[in-house]
């Protein structure tokens, strides 16, 4: 999947649109200068991997051979034996 340069650009637009309406100090101003310049990096990799013939689609990540589903742990209770009276660390 090729990401147009055009919609790079687009984006940029936006988050630029919307810096130069925050006022100075806003929190806002820092992510939207962080996405612009990821945004720049996107793009020259883009073109640098197009130029070098090195453009690879992404393969989709799989689970591991013998996977049957997600890891739990079982829950493991307190005994009244044991420092502290429940499942939390806040709880004295």
Known sequence: ?????????????????????????????????????????LMLESDTAREAGQWM??????APPGFTGPLTKPNKKMDDDEEGNGDSIFDF
């Open 57 to 62: 689609e992404p393969s989709p990540i799989s």
């Open 1 to 41: 999947m090729s990401i147009s340069v055009r919609h790079i650009i687009t984006l940029m637009e936006k988050h630029l649109t919307e810096l130069k309406q925050l006022p100075e100090g806003s929190p806002k101003t820092k992510e939207n200068a962080a996405a612009i310049k990821t945004l720049c990096d």
